[in-house]
């Protein structure tokens, strides 16, 4: 949520801080801005809406200067419009960008009013300016004033400096919300996420929490919330421009459900050789925690904690490892019994999701036997703060709406399901025969991307549709969850899903002529528990499509649209059967015009309550 730039260089930055905004289109925004120190002061320029209006207003007056901040705001204390955009300035010579919240801003902008100042935004950024004018004029150098001033602020947040008088230098401050240092040669940046900076430089420091920085054209200075210089490692990514980019696809979302036979497949060979559970890929001590756990608590937002539903299915159904799932921000305000050897796992697309982040934190207070993260991004906060970490091999994930970061989640779970049974019953030939239908799913998947065509037509169907009913049983009710979550992510089409059980306790009385009902069919021994159910759908009058295998499809074509999935262990078909519904998703919201890539009132990485 929100993004943001900044650079020191011995160029114009303008266009570096555009581009970089245009990388982080995809967290979600509703106005951008920017603001360079100029040979005449300061400027600023605002917009509300996309990035490409900021830049319209930019081709009419151009910003020159080698220092500057740029930001995209995603609203949450003021409505969005020019007024509330980032930069917020204090004077003629101050401007700050900001991510997060600040909690106690109230009371901080009465203070601030009694000191005369005046407040242009409904925002709680803007008492920040003001704070950091404040500091400045009782005698503080700039980065005195901003330890100053982050002294008085309450909440999580990450905060960009630009002061006049001091025209080379750009001072950040990160606490619970991401931000990174860019290394270049000659020049140095500053953003919210790698992805802002891919096409200036590879080399990142990782901002820990605290910490300040203060940064040059040739020099990066860091010190610790007391202000205490500090060293922090370099690292280099792997992440390449061209995997930022859509290339031949009209999406991210499209881009990234086509690359999940891919991603699946790194994912699968780092953790299995030689048909076989790599264990030199887990370090001793996580395969020593994984011997003494008794129990898991999985902590999780959005579609990750739809990966631990299924997750809790996996362990408790193949290794009777009990297991309990939670959302990250229910779990933290709830009073939670800590069973002896409980294993408390956190699951993250970017390992920055502020309530996760904040659960993972408060479970390292508590008596769990370890923390562990899977998590697709190896640099994370999540990674970070965790005991041990179980590596997705995603690649970036741009589009709002997750895909192929969720299949490897699931990936990576069932592995570790695969490593908690070895302590049980799990022999060899199991594990060579669970692992042969793993490496299976590439192609398998690529089939199904191949049949795209059949999923457009349905598509037609549910265009003009206000609702829709998924219904799954057991291992697919996750999978329904996350059919729903995308169509009303991506077509705001009031979706939702059930246990196909559930029907007669209430949601049948949803159901009314022509209403779509998708179902997950597998087989398994629960089919005809379901195909029971579909009759009541049918009987009202609802429009079946019915995700099933080819022994189902004369019995359930009657009535229905039927789409045959490919053969696999009924324990894996969950990987599969979630392809067509991302699928079908992304087709009803090219048709129905929305915006794929960046839903309204969305953000991919959400790192504010």
């Given at each position: 949520?929100?993004?943001?730039?900044?650079?020191?260089?011995?160029?114009?930055?303008?266009?570096?801080?555009?581009?970089?905004?245009?990388?982080?289109?995809?967290?979600?925004?509703?106005?951008?801005?920017?603001?360079?120190?100029?040979?005449?002061?300061?400027?600023?320029?605002?917009?509300?809406?996309?990035?490409?209006?900021?830049?319209?207003?930019?081709?009419?007056?151009?910003?020159?200067?080698?220092?500057?901040?740029?930001?995209?705001?995603?609203?949450?204390?003021?409505?969005?419009?020019?007024?509330?955009?980032?930069?917020?300035?204090?004077?003629?010579?101050?401007?700050?960008?900001?991510?997060?919240?600040?909690?106690?801003?109230?009371?901080?902008?009465?203070?601030?009013?009694?000191?005369?100042?005046?407040?242009?935004?409904?925002?709680?950024?803007?008492?920040?300016?003001?704070?950091?004018?404040?500091?400045?004029?009782?005698?503080?150098?700039?980065?005195?004033?901003?330890?100053?001033?982050?002294?008085?602020?309450?909440?999580?947040?990450?905060?960009?400096?630009?002061?006049?008088?001091?025209?080379?230098?750009?001072?950040?401050?990160?606490?619970?919300?991401?931000?990174?240092?860019?290394?270049?040669?000659?020049?140095?940046?500053?953003?919210?996420?790698?992805?802002?900076?891919?096409?200036?430089?590879?080399?990142?420091?990782?901002?820990?929490?605290?910490?300040?920085?203060?940064?040059?054209?040739?020099?990066?200075?860091?010190?610790?919330?007391?202000?205490?210089?500090?060293?922090?490692?370099?690292?280099?990514?792997?992440?390449?421009?061209?995997?930022?980019?859509?290339?031949?696809?009209?999406?991210?979302?499209?881009?990234?459900?086509?690359?999940?036979?891919?991603?699946?497949?790194?994912?699968?060979?780092?953790?299995?050789?030689?048909?076989?559970?790599?264990?030199?890929?887990?370090?001793?001590?996580?395969?020593?925690?994984?011997?003494?756990?008794?129990?898991?608590?999985?902590?999780?937002?959005?579609?990750?904690?739809?990966?631990?539903?299924?997750?809790?299915?996996?362990?408790?159904?193949?290794?009777?490892?009990?297991?309990?799932?939670?959302?990250?921000?229910?779990?933290?305000?709830?009073?939670?019994?800590?069973?002896?050897?409980?294993?408390?796992?956190?699951?993250?697309?970017?390992?920055?999701?502020?309530?996760?982040?904040?659960?993972?934190?408060?479970?390292?207070?508590?008596?769990?036997?370890?923390?562990?993260?899977?998590?697709?991004?190896?640099?994370?906060?999540?990674?970070?703060e965790s005991d041990f970490s179980f590596l997705t091999f995603a690649g970036p994930e741009i589009g709002v709406a997750s895909t192929k970061a969720f299949t490897t989640q699931?990936?990576?779970?069932?592995?570790?399901?695969?490593?908690?049974?070895?302590?049980?019953?799990?022999?060899?030939?199991?594990?060579?025969?669970?692992?042969?239908?793993?490496?299976?799913?590439?192609?398998?998947?690529?089939?199904?991307?191949?049949?795209?065509?059949?999923?457009?037509?349905?598509?037609?169907?549910?265009?003009?549709?206000?609702?829709?009913?998924?219904?799954?049983?057991?291992?697919?009710?996750?999978?329904?969850?996350?059919?729903?979550?995308?169509?009303?992510?991506?077509?705001?089409?009031?979706?939702?899903?059930?246990?196909?059980?559930?029907?007669?306790?209430?949601?049948?009385?949803?159901?009314?002529?022509?209403?779509?009902?998708?179902?997950?069919?597998?087989?398994?021994?629960?089919?005809?528990?379901?195909?029971?159910?579909?009759?009541?759908?049918?009987?009202?009058?609802?429009?079946?499509?019915?995700?099933?295998?080819?022994?189902?499809?004369?019995?359930?074509?009657?009535?229905?649209?039927?789409?045959?999935?490919?053969?696999?262990?009924?324990?894996?078909?969950?990987?599969?059967?979630?392809?067509?519904?991302?699928?079908?998703?992304?087709?009803?919201?090219?048709?129905?015009?929305?915006?794929?890539?960046?839903?309204?009132?969305?953000?991919?990485?959400?790192?504010?309550?």
């Open positions: 949520m929100c993004g943001i730039v900044g650079a020191c260089a011995q160029r114009d930055v303008a266009p570096l801080l555009l581009a970089g905004l245009q990388h982080l289109e995809y967290r979600g925004y509703d106005s951008a801005g920017i603001a360079v120190i100029t040979q005449t002061g300061l400027q600023r320029y605002r917009a509300l809406g996309k990035v490409a209006q900021l830049e319209a207003l930019l081709e009419k007056n151009p910003l020159q200067g080698s220092t500057g901040i740029a930001h995209t705001r995603w609203a949450t204390h003021g409505r969005p419009s020019e007024t509330n955009a980032h930069p917020h300035t204090s004077g003629s010579d101050i401007a700050i960008v900001h991510n997060g919240i600040v909690e106690n801003y109230e009371i901080l902008r009465e203070k601030l009013i009694q000191q005369n100042y005046q407040f242009q935004s409904d925002t709680d950024t803007e008492i920040v300016a003001h704070l950091l004018h404040f500091s400045l004029s009782q005698g503080h150098s700039f980065l005195e004033a901003v330890h100053e001033v982050i002294k008085q602020l309450e909440g999580a947040y990450a905060i960009a400096f630009l002061y006049q008088k001091q025209p080379d230098t750009i001072i950040a401050v990160r606490k619970g919300s991401p931000l990174v240092v860019g290394c270049g040669v000659g020049e140095n940046f500053i953003a919210s996420d790698t992805l802002a900076l891919i096409p200036v430089t590879q080399q990142f420091i990782y901002l820990e929490e605290g910490d300040i920085a203060e940064i040059t054209r040739t020099q990066i200075r860091i010190f610790d919330h007391h202000l205490k210089s500090v060293d922090r490692p370099r690292h280099r990514t792997k992440v390449s421009h061209e995997m930022v980019t859509r290339g031949e696809y009209r999406h991210f979302m499209l881009k990234e459900i086509f690359e999940q036979p891919q991603a699946i497949l790194s994912t699968l060979t780092h953790y299995i050789q030689n048909d076989q559970l790599n264990l030199a890929a887990f370090s001793p001590e996580l395969l020593a925690i994984l011997e003494k756990t008794k129990r898991v608590q999985i902590v999780a937002c959005g579609t990750s904690f739809h990966a631990g539903l299924l997750a809790q299915h996996w362990f408790e159904s193949q290794v009777r490892l009990p297991t309990r799932v939670e959302v990250a921000s229910e779990w933290r305000y709830q009073t939670s019994l800590v069973e002896p050897d409980t294993l408390f796992i956190v699951i993250s697309q970017s390992g920055e999701t502020a309530d996760t982040l904040a659960a993972l934190k408060l479970a390292k207070t508590k008596n769990y036997l370890a923390r562990l993260a899977i998590c697709n991004v190896a640099e994370s906060s999540m990674v970070r699931l990936v990576n779970l069932f592995l570790l399901m695969m490593l908690f049974s070895r302590r049980h019953d799990l022999n060899q030939v199991q594990e060579k025969l669970l692992i042969s239908q793993l490496l299976k799913l590439p192609d398998q998947i690529d089939i199904i991307l191949s049949r795209r065509a059949e999923l457009e037509n349905v598509a037609q169907a549910l265009v003009l549709q206000r609702h829709a009913l998924f219904l799954g049983k057991t291992l697919h009710y996750p999978i329904a969850l996350e059919g729903a979550l995308k169509l009303k992510e991506l077509t705001y089409i009031h979706a939702e899903a059930y246990p196909a059980g559930e029907l007669k306790h209430g949601p049948l009385a949803l159901v009314e002529t022509q209403m779509p009902v998708i179902a997950l069919v597998p087989q398994d021994g629960l089919t005809e528990k379901i195909k029971s159910n579909l009759q009541e759908v049918r009987a009202r009058g609802a429009k079946v499509f019915v995700l099933t295998q080819e022994a189902n499809k004369a019995s359930l074509a009657h009535d229905s649209t039927v789409f045959v999935m490919p053969e696999i262990l009924p324990v894996l078909s969950p990987m599969l059967y979630v392809i067509p519904l991302q699928l079908l998703a992304y087709e009803v919201a090219v048709l129905k015009g929305t915006d794929v890539d960046q839903p309204r009132n969305l953000a991919k990485s959400v790192t504010v309550e």
